[in-house]
């Protein structure tokens, strides 16, 4: 079993920046894919950003390219998600996960097993 924390949160104005982190703990094995997912209000959850647990692969979905980065901090057992150039309709809850599975990660919600409860973003015009 994983647990998923997110933090950093919060009410930014647009061009601003944000840190989100997800702590991971648990059962917890090299092979494992840790993701970012959002939800605006009204809309389906969509895939932002993964990385795989070792190795340097990284990836995005394209509405968040060369703005996010997402990272990892192995001995910390922490995932983050640098976002800079904030624009309003990247307001959203964002969560964590991971997906147990071996290979590329998924860009879909049913490709993860394991979900954090999700950290607000607002960011205002």
């Known amino acids: 079993q994983v647990q998923l924390v997110e933090s950093g949160g919060g009410l930014v104005q647009a061009g601003g920046s944000l840190r989100l982190s997800c702590v991971a703990s648990g059962r917890f094995l090299s092979t494992y894919k840790l993701g970012w997912f959002r939800q605006a209000p009204g809309k389906e959850r969509e895939f932002v950003a993964a990385i795989r647990w070792t190795g340097s692969s990284t990836f995005y979905a394209d509405s968040v390219k060369g703005r996010f980065t997402i990272s990892r901090d192995n001995a910390k057992s922490t995932v983050y998600l640098q976002m800079n150039n904030l624009k309003p309709e990247d307001t959203a809850v964002y969560y964590c996960?991971?997906?147990?599975?071996?290979?590329?990660?998924?860009?879909?919600?049913?490709?993860?097993?394991?979900w954090g409860q999700g950290t607000q973003v607002t960011v205002s015009s």
């Open positions: 996960s991971a997906d147990r599975s071996s290979g590329l990660p998924s860009r879909l919600q049913s490709g993860y097993d394991y």
